[in-house]
Structures are given as structure tokens and as C-alpha cells.
């Protein structure tokens, strides 16, 4: 186990807004960031990030948390290796006590197979760089491609010997188990036999996009052989190819910083690109794009430029590919090369000077491209090109943003010789369609003032009184409990006739220590186990050290309550999801009023407490004769709930 120590280190080191702006791009929004949220997908920003509380909130999907729990929830790391991954990051050293046997076998097998996944990738690496066979083959491969030392040491590549179960009997012997080994993929078990799947290939690894191997991609390099010439891992635990980019972890920087990505289709376009100064490129690994992919991307950038091989057929093939990232509303443009080379063939016949010029000034709007491309096609055919104009306008209705589609529709219809009428009927034809497919009724677009229907009154849930001001206090303890404030006290006195009156009676206090004292006097304990538990180390904190510290809550040792601290800590800053300043608009703040949120609080729980108190009373008698001690009780009752009205400035 990690010792406490380095912990504190880690948490004092790692900032919230850096590694989560390595996943997810960032905009600043006041004294936040905000960004599109990194597990759902959505068109607005809805996840934020506090660099001063070093906590986030996706408010779309309800998580929150510390940096540690990003990690945990976004690369599924468990709370020690989400520690070692930030360890690394900031060039901490990691001191921890010895694993028990018991905390060995706690290892889950999604862990083991990260285990076995880098270790292959550091063995196969070795081999090519220090075996005789690994450099006379594969380092000869890589170099004769023209990558330089640091270049393949930087991807990690590899080579595997051309032997039945060379990789398989040394990660045996090392220890790593059988079962791991087969279900990343690594080993091909059959019966009694195992041997190694990318026996006499070059290796690249597939990275995610913190870093981790997820699996491995190879390339045979004796053609005589009856074997495909690109094998992938198989699908695992832990690597699924539909979900992944070759790159994304050594690009993301690049990507966030170019507000630009580079789509390409293998291996060796990635590195070669990356080699001659272009490091916002990914490759989709030779599949078939998907929309997973493409939200990868999205997190880190709005804008990406598809760079095509120059065969035409491929380039027909891979219009799809833009219709997906058109309907995840992201900007695209496209990019062909000269005399039928590739994005890897072209990097290494000019300099990287020209490269960039040629990336900057080539790309092309992707109607611009598409009609360039299949217009050739057509040529003089009525019927090719009419099937042309709609495919064309297919590519802009899955478009979700409808001013972008207009613009396109006149574009397409300059373009086309075509007037716009008909292209727009066309669209909202292929629009409807599109509509029925996905919901079975029609998509009504073209009414754009249709009346919208009331919805039938629906029994709204009942509100948890208790625990909706119960969260309340935890809010104020969290935002201003540190904060001092003249607070009023109000003295009930007597008359000589039996009235009685408030007397107004002003004193400065601690926010925390009046919340307390107001609690500790009624006895109250909280209903919701959570709320009882973070108060109470909010005030064992506070009673120790005289103040409350934020950021210790939300780095705390127990999850639910980091958890939790975040959660209401970020939803006092959803606010500037919507931008208010840029509209002029200006949010006062709520500590501006302090002492009305804490005698608020405290007396409406309070008032709530006494009405359960009444009820329960009235549940009680309600069948039988109420006796004299519980009518007074409930007229006690009924008193001191008219007080607290008074207080509260309401009516009874």
C-alpha cells in the first residue's frame, strides 16, 4: 500500500485542471473550466473544473470528485494505480508498505491483464533493440522506414521472434499467469499447446489515452508466409479497437494546443508524421471509423482534418467515415496528397517546413471535396449526378446544427448549378426519413412555430424536507464555514399580562461554530447517513484545528466523502455553464447574505423537525382518546412552530 506520506505529496503536486485537460479540452469560464463532458455525449458544456477547490463535476451525468476519482472513473484505474499514474506524471517517488497475500489476490483480472499487457511491451521492445534477430529484422524494418532511435523508442515498438512460444515461456517463467496471457490475446492457447499470436511481426502498441497498453498491433514481415499481413489483439477486457486510436495518448497535448486533430488510417502514418514535427495525428488503425472514435477526439478538439491516401477508390471508400463525425457536430475538412502518396510517403519526401505549409494551406471544405471527387464520376450523366446531389445533401442532414445546414444547402447549391429550393426540400425529405428511422414518427423541422402540446399533469416527487436542509448546512459549512459574521439572536420575553415578544440581540460568531452550537442544542442528528457522516468530520476537523479545510474533504481517504464534498461544492458553480457574464447578466454572490442562509437553514430544519414531531404525536392518537400530557405536548409544539415562523418572516 502507498504510505500516507506520498499521498499528500501526490495530492500537493497534482493539479485537477492539467491532467484533466490531457482527456478533455478546456475552456476558462470565470475562475473555472468547462468543457464537453468526457463520459456522455453532448453538444454543450455541461462538466466543470475548479482549479482553485481542485475538484469537477460532470453535471450531465452526476460525477464528481477529486483528480484521483477522474482518473478511477475515466480510465477505470483503481484508487492505487490512479495514485502511480500521477506519481509518474509529477516525478514522485512511490513509497508503500509490502501486499499481503490477501491484498495480492485483491488484484482484480482487469489489473492482471494491464500487468501482462506491459510487460509485453517493454519485453518486445527489448527484443528489438537488443536481440540479434530483433535488430537484424525488425530494427532493420523501422530504420530502413527512415525512423530515427528516439522516434522508436518513443512509440515503444517492438518486435516479437519468429519462434512458436519465445514471449510466451518467458513471461511464464517471469510468473505472469497462462490465463492473462491468453485473454489479452498474446498467447493462442489450443489444448495442451501455447504459442505466441504475433510470432515474427513488428509490433506497435496500442496505447489509451492515459498511457495504458491496451493491446498490440503487428505486421509480418516475411510476405512468403500464409499469414495476414496485419494482425491485431483480439477483443479483451480491456481493448476493444471500435473504442481506441492509435496515437491519442502521444497526440492529446498536440490536439488540445492545435485546437486541430489529423485523422489518418495506419500505424506508420501516426509516426512518421509525429517524426517530422505534426504530433496532433491519430490513426483509426486501418478499421472502419467509429462514433466512439470520433468522441475521443471530441474531448480534446471541435475540428478535425481527414488526411486521405491518394487512391481515389480508398478515398470513396471512407466517405462515411465524414458523415459520422458531421452528425457528432464537429467542423471537418479534408486533405488528398499529390501523385498518389500517402500521409507517411509525402512526410518523407519533403521537409517538415513544406509538410506544415501543405497541412496548413491544403485542406478542403468537405462539400467542396465531395463534389470535387464524385462529380468525376458522374460527369455528364443526368441520373449519377442526380444520385450525387443526394448523396451529398445526406452528408448535410446529419448536421445537427441547422444554420451550418443552410449554409452548406447554398454552398452545394452554387456549387451544383442547382436551386436552393429544391436542395432544401430534398433535405427535409432525407431529414424526415432520418427521423422515422430513429423514433418511428416523423421529424417535424419544418414546423418551426408548431404549438407544443401541454403535457398531462404528473404527480411531482415528494421532496425530502430533512434532507434538502441537510445538505444545505453541509453547503454553507463547505462554502463560508470558516467565515466570521454578525449574526441576530432573538430573546423571547414576557409581558406582565402573559404576551410575548422578540428582542433583537446582535453578536459575531464563526459560521461553523454557530451552525454547531445551534445543532448541539436541539440534539439534532442528520436522517441521511451521508449528511451525519460528513458533518461530523467537517466538525471533528473544525474542532481540531479551528478551521475547516476544503481541500483535505475533498481528497479524503473515504470516496464518498470526497465525492460528496465535490458534488456540492461544483454545483455552486454551475451558474457558469450558461455564461451569464457574456450576457451581460451578473449572478450576486450568496455569501454577500450569509446570515440569512445560516438562520434560514437552521430555522426551517427546525420548523420541520417539530412538524414531523407534531405528526407523529397526531398518528399516535388519532385512534384512541388523546390524554392531557400530549395535547399540551402538541400545543408546545404548535407554539414554538409559530415562532419559528415568526422568525422565518412567514404566516401560518
Not at 445546414?405 to 452545394?412: G, P, S
Not at 463547505?478 to 404576551?499: H, M, P, Q, R
Not at 442544542?521 to 442528520?526: A, K, N, S, V
Request: net charge negative.
Amino acid at each position: 500500500m502507498i504510505i500516507q506520506s506520498t499521498i499528500d505529496s501526490i495530492f500537493e503536486a497534482a493539479r485537477v485542471e492539467e491532467v484533466i485537460g490531457e482527456f478533455v479540452l478546456l475552456k476558462k469560464s470565470g475562475s473555472n473550466f468547462k468543457g464537453l463532458s468526457p463520459f456522455s455525449d453532448e453538444k454543450s458544456p455541461s462538466f466543470m473544473v475548479s482549479p482553485v477547490k481542485q475538484i469537477w463535476k460532470d453535471f450531465s451525468s452526476g460525477k464528481g470528485g477529486n483528480v484521483v476519482s477522474f482518473l478511477m472513473e475515466h480510465e477505470h484505474y483503481t484508487y492505487p494505480e490512479a495514485l502511480k499514474y500521477l506519481a509518474k506524471k509529477y516525478n514522485i517517488e512511490i513509497e508503500e508498505t509490502q501486499l499481503d497475500d490477501e491484498q495480492k489476490q485483491a488484484l482484480n483480472e482487469r489489473e492482471s491483464m494491464y500487468v501482462v499487457s506491459e510487460y509485453a511491451k517493454d519485453y518486445f521492445h527489448d527484443i528489438l533493440l537488443n536481440n540479434e534477430q530483433g535488430k537484424a529484422i525488425g530494427l532493420s524494418y523501422f530504420k530502413e522506414r527512415g525512423y530515427r532511435e528516439e522516434t522508436i523508442k518513443k512509440f515503444q515498438l517492438g518486435y516479437a521472434l519468429n519462434e512458436w512460444e519465445a514471449f510466451t515461456k518467458t513471461a511464464l517463467d517471469k510468473g505472469y499467469e497462462l490465463q492473462f496471457l491468453e485473454k489479452t490475446g498474446l498467447t493462442i492457447v489450443k489444448e495442451t499447446k501455447q504459442f505466441d499470436r504475433f510470432k515474427g511481426r513488428v509490433l506497435f502498441p496500442i496505447h489509451s489515452m492515459s498511457g495504458r497498453v491496451l493491446g498490440f498491433g503487428g505486421r509480418i514481415l516475411n510476405m512468403t508466409e500464409k499469414a495476414a499481413k496485419y494482425l491485431n489483439s483480439p477483443a479483451s477486457e480491456i481493448y476493444d479497437k471500435s473504442k481506441v486510436l492509435y496515437g491519442i495518448y502521444y497526440a492529446k497535448q498536440a490536439i488540445a494546443k492545435e485546437n486541430n486533430c489529423f485523422l489518418v488510417e495506419g500505424y506508420t502514418d501516426v509516426i512518421t508524421l509525429h517524426q517530422a514535427g505534426v504530433e496532433n495525428v491519430v490513426a483509426s488503425s486501418g478499421t472502419a471509423l467509429t462514433s466512439d472514435q470520433i468522441r475521443l477526439i471530441k474531448r480534446l478538439t471541435p475540428n478535425i482534418t481527414v488526411l486521405f491516401d491518394g487512391d481515389a477508390a480508398g478515398i470513396r471508400a471512407s466517405m462515411r467515415g465524414i458523415d459520422l463525425i458531421l452528425e457528432q457536430g464537429m467542423n471537418v475538412r479534408v486533405l488528398t496528397f499529390p501523385d498518389g502518396d500517402d500521409p507517411d510517403s509525402y512526410a518523407k519526401k519533403v521537409s517538415s517546413e513544406e509538410l506544415a505549409i501543405y497541412l496548413s494551406e491544403k485542406p478542403q471544405d468537405f462539400i467542396k471535396f465531395k463534389i470535387a471527387i464524385l462529380l468525376d464520376d458522374a460527369k455528364s450523366d443526368p441520373v449519377k449526378k442526380a444520385d450525387l446531389v443526394r448523396d451529398i445533401i445526406h452528408s448535410i442532414s446529419v448536421i445537427p446544427d441547422r444554420i451550418q445546414r443552410e449554409i452548406y444547402v447554398k454552398e452545394c447549391a452554387y456549387l451544383m448549378d442547382i436551386s436552393e429550393e429544391v436542395l432544401f426540400s430534398n433535405l427535409a425529405q432525407q431529414i424526415a426519413k432520418a427521423g422515422q428511422d430513429r423514433s418511428g414518427q416523423r421529424y417535424q423541422e419544418a414546423k418551426q412555430m408548431e404549438v407544443v402540446k401541454k403535457q398531462q399533469h404528473q404527480e411531482l416527487p415528494k421532496v425530502n424536507q430533512l434532507e434538502k436542509y441537510e445538505k444545505e448546512i453541509i453547503k454553507i459549512l463547505l462554502l463560508y464555514g470558516n467565515k466570521k459574521a454578525e449574526f441576530i439572536d432573538w430573546i423571547e420575553e414576557t409581558d406582565n399580562v402573559g404576551n410575548t415578544k422578540l428582542t433583537k440581540e446582535v453578536y459575531e460568531n464563526i459560521v461553523a461554530q454557530e451552525i454547531y452550537l445551534n445543532l448541539q442544542e436541539d440534539e439534532i442528528i442528520f436522517t441521511n447517513p451521508l449528511f451525519q457522516k460528513l458533518y461530523g468530520v467537517i466538525i471533528n476537523q473544525f474542532n481540531v484545528k479551528q478551521e475547516i479545510d476544503i481541500q483535505l474533504l475533498s481528497q479524503h481517504e473515504d470516496v464518498t466523502i470526497a465525492e460528496v464534498t465535490s458534488h456540492i461544492l461544483m454545483d455552486e458553480e454551475k451558474y457558469q455553464l450558461s455564461d451569464w457574464e457574456s450576457q451581460n447578466i451578473i449572478v450576486k454572490p450568496k455569501e454577500a447574505h450569509i446570515i440569512k442562509l445560516v438562520n434560514d437553514v437552521v430555522l426551517n430544519l427546525r420548523r420541520v423537525l417539530i412538524a414531523e414531531k407534531i405528526n407523529e404525536i397526531v398518528t399516535i392518537i388519532k385512534d384512541n382518546k388523546p390524554e392531557r400530557e400530549q395535547l399540551e405536548e402538541i400545543m408546545n409544539y404548535t407554539q414554538l412552530r409559530r415562532l419559528l415562523f415568526d422568525r422565518l418572516n412567514r404566516v401560518v
